[in-house]
């Protein structure tokens, strides 16, 4: 399915503003399985971005391709205006393109504090440095211990992260995402599995991150999308169904079909 | 982790306190053997024939206790034999080091004998630089090119022209194939080929095919004991090489005890060098098995045993004309130039390199009785390591 | 009359069915259970064991023998399975390693306890330590009969674990133990008998292997650097993978042996090196 | 622990992480004892100074970056060789003979972390091994340099700083073996609580979160790799210096398979595990082969079993286990 989408981005919202995370033409499949076909997307700096679809419509995936690891069997990956397709994962994340996973993917024996710093040294450059006691690295350290307090983990920064309850869990993977200072940062259900009560006060979280901040997040639960989304983008088949501003896509008859009316998520 | 160490600790002093105790009127004699792993069947036979030897003799000689103290130096490992060497002298306080099975491990022995003044008696290691490294040091086994030279001037001289050599790909082999071109060679031989075969080997297959392409008159062969002698005799009757016809030549270990049980009748006719065998027909070595196989459960004695049986022959004959002085210096003096007579035959240590000279045997195997046994046809006397001895001509 | 080379074929596939025998079993229980074997030797050398004392002291023929290794290695391999090694499924791979080597250390000096440290020897029928000549040719019967016992092997585990309900239990057992229980599959029966079946296998490669490569106490370690390299280079958990591992490893050692014996010692780690360098999860693995 | 620290602030919190515990202060005045209470016992207690130190260096990359390795006294014979070639062809000092021995392990294993990065698991198990293994064929095959299977003669090692001769008491040897231990346990504390050995730890808790926070885990590993085989040749060495011997057994499996048991006895992951690991097999090993040295194996055996099933992830690892439960309570 190569025809255009059913509605064209709304050109005026973005036109002025430059671009963070564009794609163009990615695809991939597994065999005979399509999970990516001819995707173009150009986010703008600042955005939010919803991206949503059907299980199985190619969302990870193509999260996965857009930060490495993954690689698409054709098609381009921009970061602003450079091509990062063949890039390392790490070397997208140094970037500026940060990402956080749906299973939790933590350091268990760690705790927020150390994985956060962990983070930080990183970006920083000196996480090779063996001669010199952790401590010595102050700025690094207090760097980390803000992020935390900002997500709201500073009470519970030096707890195994094992031990950690799940919605500080999920918190966590978006501190480890941020230590790297993204430019864009993509969110893969950053509330999957928390109860619905919680899962807005992650979402508060994200809402309060820097407008500078590019993010696109895949997310079910449709009233999160319509209250922080800016944009969505509606992913079927491996194929962009369609895009635009909630109130574009919540009049969408042809969304409506093949996708609102038919499936309800909670 | 404090309580691990108090218990090692308390264990440790114990240890010391039994060192101590030391009687006014004991000889003490360190046996280092690597009792465990892959060469701990050898071990067991060098230990059984120093326990005959003084099962039949008694543990006093010249009015002092003979005393054994036994350490396992587990395979080749030269830095744990050096330092059972070092704390049999400085715990122990033994007076003599014997047993000494591996080269490696002896010539870190011999370090310790050179420092601490102390007689060494190896027992078995068979490379001949060893008796060099320490001026206290003598052997009562073998070398391995008194061996092979021997058998390779032998084969010359009976009519072999042509001989492939087969040995393992390490220092013994390698000396062991010198040994016998050097005999070989001297007495017109030709060799028509050569191989080294890996170390860790299971399979002797490729290498015997190789061989039998070139089909030689003749085929030497050197490899370790224990598991691989029966399966490269195994491999020669599987590729149809009949030592009937095509001669097969090596040192005993081809074709000891265990390896002909295994062989079987492929074995017959294999033609081997060495210093001794369990057949050989004078009346203290019947004695020997007879007393042996009675001792240690029906098997029969070997060279290891052997080696061990004259090395404590050696000691107390050393013991009693120094009249119980173990000094080193004393005591190897008084060993220089010991005849004795050995189940093996007529022995002696040769003053100047403080080696072994002893009587070669030329041997087949045949079926007497039933049994597979090397039967020996020929003999060498008085055989002299040839390494030390081209060295004196130097 | 046939070239030689193709001598060296049948002789290293000879050489490569031994190795398979010693190690297919250990391919079932690290490839299947995910276990970390490394008393796996222990088990072919307790059938090593049993293949000589039938033999020796009462005198059954060869043949008879093999059976009871197989029986007697898979029964001892059921008592540890439910003493010592149960506990540990769900342990570290390096906990799996101290145990077994334990157990190893263990069986080590109580095989010297009971046999001695002598190699153990064993009289085979004459007709199997001879050879035949095929056009030129040398077969030796006693690989030939290997070979035939790998292949029939080989055939027979692809066939019991990929074609038959017990196969597809194991496999669900491993891949998910709480899904295979509520399936009502009876997880640690199904384990039991897969340990009981990968040591038994073992024990019938230790009783066949004694006639080429001999049996004394060290057994247990000696072969236990070949018996990884096959199921590496196999690729974990694949019988038919092992089988061409086997295969490949013995024919380049046999052939290296007969056309670069200077290369003879290298061959065997060189082979495995480029292999797992090249196909990192093995010829047939799947991860 | 964290909790009871109550750091006012989080660097002084990492800061307490990495200070001096009192037992730590009585393990290292215990290592001093056997020069007053064992002076017979000092070649043990110096061969087992050595093999904690390999156990360490081993533990810097399994138990610190999850590479298992089975062919680790690759380093180990270099760093042996090594020291035994130079003290044969340039000089016996020993302290330069250690330098150079180590540089010449950590080079090459620099050269060979570019493959072992490359690999995980059971993979990365056989490669090591199996270059392990070609290596120590290929020094018994260059016996013109190694002296193949008879080891190196000729080695001659001088008084340490001129002064102090390796004598049979091994006081020396000891007294050089623990310093160099203690020199490299220093380092390698510094190591772990750095900012790099917090990336290693990374590592070893998820291997797949790294990259996602813009780590190059690979060029971690190689780094590590180096280290460790720098330590490993630096164990190597001492066994060469103080015994003046080397062979083929400082490249063998058994030597790999030794020290990969004595660390996961005492625990991976610890900078004690390898130490108490090596202490306590080494002990063990000897007080069981002097009742029987034939069945010695079989104690060992026993002991390894009776950890496993009581104290798992090792002697520290269960014990610390086990306090932290009766804290608990």
Redesign the interface.
Known sequence: MSAPAHIAPSKDAIANRAIALATRGLSMSFGSLVVARDIDLNLPVGARYALIGPNGAGKTTLINMMTGMLAPNSGQIFLGDEAITHLEPQDRVRRGLARTFQINTLFAGLNPLEAVTLAVIERRGIAGTFWQNIAMHREAIEEAHGILVKLRLGDCCYQPTRELPYGRQRLLEIALALATKPKVLLLDEPAAGVPQDESGDIFEVVASLSDDLTLLFIEHDMHVVFRFASHIIVLVGGAVFAQGTPAEIAADTGVREVYLGKRKHG | MKRVLLAGATLLAAGLMAGSAQAQGTIKIGVVLPYSGQFADAAKQVDEGIKLYMKKHGDTVAGKKIEIIRKDSGGIAPPVAKRLAEELIVRDKVDILAGWLLTPNSIAGCGVSAEAKKVMVIMNAATSIIVDKSPYCTRTSFTLPMVTTTLGSWAAKNGIKKAYTMVSDFAPGHDAEQGFINGFKAGGGEIVGSVRMAVANPDFSAYVQRAKDINPEAIFVFIPGGAQPAALGKAFAERGIDPKKVKILGTGEVTDDSALKNMGDSALGIITAWPYDHNLKNKMNQDFVAAYKKEFGGDNPNFFSAGGYDGMTLIYEGLKKTKGDADADKLIAAMKGTKWTSPRGPMMIDPETRDVVETIYIRRVEKVGGKLVNVDFNKVENVKDPIHEAMKKK | MLPPVLGVLFDGIAYGMLLFLLSVGLSVTLGLMNFVNLAHCAFAMLGGYVTVTLMNVLHWPFFATLPLAFLIAAAASVAFERTLYRRLYRASDLDQVLLTIGIAFVSVAVAAWFFGTTQQPVDMPAYMRGSFNVLGLNIAAYRLFLVGVGVAVTVALIGALEYTRFGAQVRAAVDNQRMASGLGINVDLTFAITFALGSGLAGLGGALAIEIVGLDPNFAFTYLVYVLIIVSVGGLGSIAGSFAAACLIGISDIAGKYYVPELGAFLIYLVMVVVLMWRPAGLFGKR | M??SAAPS???????SL?RWHP?EI??WL?TL?PFL??P??L??AS?IAVAALFALSLDLILGYAGI?SLGHAAFFGIGAYTAGLFSKFVWGEPLSGLLVATAMAALVGYASSF?VA??RH??L???T???G??LA??A??A?WLT?????L?GVDIWPLLGLFKF????TTAYAYSLSVLFVVFLMAR??I???????L??I???W??????????R??IR?VYT?SAGVAGIAGAV?AQT???????ALS??RS?DV??ML??GG?GRL?GGL?GA??FM?ARD?F??IA??????W??????A???LL???ILGGLSKILARWRGR
């Open positions: 964290p909790a602030t989080p660097q002084q919190y990492l800061q990495s037992i009585a393990f215990a004892t209470l064992f017979t016992y070649s043990l061969q298992v493959i490359r690999f059971l993979t198990i056989m490669i091994l199996g270059l293994l070609l064929e290929a018994n095959s016996g002296g193949g299977s008879d080891g003669q004598d049979l008491y091994g510094r190591l609580n750095s900012p790099f050995g917090l990336a730890r990374g070893r808790e998820n797949v979160r790294m990259p996602a926070i813009g780590a190059d885990s060029s971690h780094k280290i066994i015994t003046s011997t080397v062979s083929l057994e499996f058994e398979a990969l048991v996961v006895l991976a004690y108490v202490a306590i002990i007080q082969s002097g040295p034939q069945f010695w194996y079989f060992i055996g026993i002991l390894l079993i950890v496993v099933m798992p992830n090792g």
